[in-house]
């Protein structure tokens, strides 16, 4: 049983940053995908970010060129840096894990469907 644990979440002005850090109880996590989602009220849970490895990343395009995704296997921690926020980003953040998912070419899921375990959230609140 996977075990993910968000934290970093807060509330930041418009144009700030803040960090993320999602810390895995599970011994395989070097090799299991991971992913950020966000939900804002009344919205469906959309991707944000998702990593396999230094070289094998995808970002949801709202993001792009703001958010840096990373992880620390050493420290079982996927962390996702969020620079120039706005107020459009405030949302709960959710760290997921994708054991199952398999791609010939590389690419990397982007549905909450194909993650199979979650955390419970951390809430970022951007005010403008």
């Known amino acids: 049983q996977v075990q993910l644990v968000e934290s970093g979440g807060g509330l930041v002005q418009d144009g700030g940053s803040l960090r993320l850090s999602c810390a895995a109880s599970?011994?395989?996590?070097?090799?299991?995908?991971m992913g950020w989602f966000r939900q804002a009220p009344g919205k469906e849970r959309e991707f944000v970010a998702a990593i396999r490895s230094s070289v094998n990343i995808a970002y949801a395009d709202s993001v792009k060129g703001r958010f840096t995704i990373s992880r620390d296997i050493a420290k079982n921690t996927v962390y996702l840096q969020m620079n120039s926020l706005k107020p459009e980003d405030t949302a709960v953040y959710y760290c997921a894990t994708a054991t199952q998912y398999y791609s010939a070419y590389g690419l990397l899921p982007r549905s909450r469907y194909q993650y199979d375990y979650w955390g419970q959230g951390t809430q970022v609140t951007v005010s403008s």
């Open positions: 599970e011994g395989t996590f070097s090799n299991n995908i």
